[in-house]
């Protein structure tokens, strides 16, 4: 193996490879490779008589290094004292002549000498895929740890069976813990490599399965990160397993930092936060206090299963539309749609035109409808605005800093987060605009007398609405962003207290929230997709 570069080497020997057909088969398993042109023609010694010359590896290369006066280069760098390794990858000749467009079959051990990985190296941790008691599971391949560790709630989805043992792990700079049991002889399948191991049943918070050095051993593996995988030794069943691919490249992966790195940047002064990232599963219920409970049935109008059928009221802040001096309506021509679409054309449409959102127009403007498909299949009726936000003079009311607000939650143990119920449709357009939000169909035109989605300005007068409605409760213990307002208290009595106060002001300005997309009294909620906790 002196032949080989040094990570070649080192690999081979961590699974002890002590023979040349055992490093063939692993080398083998790894790529499959063919090589045209890189061992260079000039090597092959010329022949004399009509007969082949014998390689005459010492003697013939120092020839003709003294007539050159240089020294002799692989792959354009110089090489010395190396004659005995070169020596070595170089194959006896074939007799007769070869196919000059056929390229030379190369060895396995030579490819791993020469082999650069195309694939970009990850720096995140390896998973893979393993198959656990006839269950897909996914691993961390962990050559730190030294068992094979299964979360609590894995061995139980796993049907795994657990003997008690009396062990005890422990992290690094942690208290040992005791091991809640071990299930031996668990079958379990890699790649095509299939075997028995013992995994020991511990509390996981970030992973369901780690593949330590017991595993490693025992399928006899080797990591190789710059290949994106590892690669199973095993005589009988050996194979390559691709590791896992983070979905964005592995670029959202975050950078480790050590305990120490941490220490000198808070003795710096260094700008430090701490963060938990979680996996927030939707569906999952929520306990609400009792006294909550009570609040929220006292005010179930403020919270309907769906919005009455009947206009919002004009308020002091409706959806204005003002255009550049001298400004043309802009009007287009409708979209050309797929019988499908026009179908669920028509049947928005109705039930648009049947709780009176909007009303036949015959304005000069137009802009056109176009569908966009969500996460269940089902289409949303979307109007392109573009060509009216052209010419619409910008509204810059301002949208408040998420930094702000959250600087505000800091210090309460309770929040409740309210988010409205198709919230621009609570809001009327301004008297007079309602011919400008004219969108043209093959069924016709019609005009919105709320505010749709796309206008440029949509969402500075929203924010404009809620500030105004819960303005004597700002930064004293309600924020508000855009259709998010958040209650937050230092303690329930207090929470209470001011829940009532939201919900009657609500109330009075007739704006209705979705209990579904809401939380409660909570200790920590989800605001701005960051999770936000008590102090």
């Not at 000059?100 to 895929?129: A, C, D, F, W, Y």
């Not at 095509?192 to 013992?198: A, L, Q, T, Y």
């Not at 017991?214 to 994106?228: E, Q, S, Y």
């Not at 049947?347 to 969500?374: C, H, M, N, T, W």
């Amino acid at each position: 193996m002196s032949g080989l570069q040094g990570w070649a080497q080192t690999e081979l020997r961590r699974q002890g490879v002590r023979d040349l057909p055992a490093a063939m088969a692993a080398a083998d398993c790894l790529v499959d490779y063919k090589m045209g042109g890189a061992i260079s023609t000039t090597q092959r010694p010329r022949s004399e008589g009509g007969k082949k010359a014998k390689f005459e590896g010492k003697t013939s290369q120092k020839s003709g290094w003294k007539k050159q006066g240089k020294k002799p280069a692989v792959g354009g760098k110089p090489v010395e004292k190396t004659t005995k390794k070169l020596s070595a990858l170089v194959t006896a000749e074939d007799k007769g002549d070869s196919d000059p467009e056929t390229p030379p079959r190369v060895n396995p051990l030579q490819l791993l000498n020469v082999i650069h990985g195309e694939t970009p190296v990850q720096k995140s941790l390896m998973h893979i895929h393993a198959i656990v008691n006839g269950v897909q599971v996914k691993a961390l391949v962990d050559s730190g740890a030294t068992h094979n560790f299964v979360a609590t709630k894995e061995a139980a989805r796993l049907g795994l069976r657990l003997e008690e043992d009396t062990s005890r792990i422990k992290a690094v700079n942690s208290k040992a813990q005791k091991i809640q049991g071990v299930a031996k002889n668990v079958p379990m399948k890699i790649g095509d490599w299939e075997g028995m191991c013992s995994l020991l049943c511990v509390p996981l918070d970030d992973f369901d399965l780690i593949l330590g050095v017991d595993f490693l051993l025992r399928a006899k593996v080797a990591l190789i990160p710059h290949l994106g995988g590892l690669m199973v030794l095993e005589e009988k069943q050996p194979c390559f397993v691709q590791a896992l691919r983070a979905k964005d490249g592995g670029k959202g992966q975050p950078e480790m930092l050590s305990a120490i790195q941490l220490k000198k940047g808070l003795k710096r002064g260094q700008e430090t936060y701490v963060a938990a990232l979680i996996e927030i599963k939707e569906g999952q219920t929520m306990e609400v206090p009792d006294s909550v409970v009570k609040i929220l049935k006292e005010f179930s109008d403020v919270m309907p299963a769906e919005l009455p059928k009947e206009l919002p009221p004009q308020r002091p802040i409706d959806h204005k539309i003002e255009l550049l001096p001298g400004t043309k309506a802009p009007a287009q021509a409708p979209y050309r749609m797929s019988p499908a679409e026009l179908l669920e054309l028509r049947k928005q449409l109705k039930e648009l035109l049947d709780v009176g959102l909007i009303q036949p127009s015959r304005a000069p403007y137009g802009a056109p409808v176009l569908f966009q498909k969500k996460h269940n299949g089902s289409l949303r009726m979307c109007v392109d605005y573009r060509a009216l936000n052209k010419v619409t003079i910008k509204n810059k009311y301002p949208i408040p800093l998420a930094a702000e607000l959250f600087d505000r939650l800091s210090k309460a143990s309770y929040f409740t987060k309210l988010d409205l119920r198709s919230g621009y449709w609570q809001v009327r357009v301004a008297a007079g605009d309602e011919g400008k939000t004219t969108c043209v169909t093959q069924y016709g035109s019609y005009e919105f007398l709320v505010m749709p989605f796309g206008l440029t300005n949509a969402p500075a007068t929203f924010c404009n609405l809620m500030n105004d409605v819960l303005f004597d409760y700002l930064d004293a213990f309600v924020v508000v962003y855009l259709d998010d307002i958040v209650v937050y208290s230092k303690t329930l009595t207090e929470h209470e207290k001011h829940l009532r106060l939201v919900f009657q002001r609500l109330r009075e300005n007739r704006l209705y929230v979705k209990p579904e997309k809401c939380e409660f009294a909570q200790e920590e909620i989800t605001f701005l997709d960051i999770r936000s906790m008590q102090a």
